[in-house]
């Protein structure tokens, strides 16, 4: 083997930091969940503390509120139909599924 390494000009990057490159700042100083909205310029601002909220942002919010609300939604209606089946059982004579008087 031949010790004389010869070096072919390949720069490496160096590592990256351990510093966060982005990182979200999230403002917490209105939680009034009040708009008001400007049609003509199209601006939104709290109704409370007066705000202003770019439009992108509260349709997010709004569309992150519907979708939690839509969840919660249907985990009612399973467990309303879990109850109501509950609600029935077989009757030993006839055999047939009939509701249980409450």
Known sequence: ?????????IKFKNPPSEDRMLEIVRNRGC?????LIDDKTHKIE?????????????????AKAES????SYDRMEEASAKLDNKKRCKCEH???ITRIKS
């Open 1 to 9: 083997m031949d010790d004389n390494i010869t070096p072919i000009g």
């Open 31 to 35: 939680l009034n969940h009040i708009y």
């Open 46 to 62: 709290c109704a409370k503390c007066k705000l202003f909220f770019e439009p992108m942002a509260v349709l997010l919010e709004l």
């Open 68 to 71: 939690r609300w839509r969840h």
């Open 94 to 96: 006839c055999h047939k």
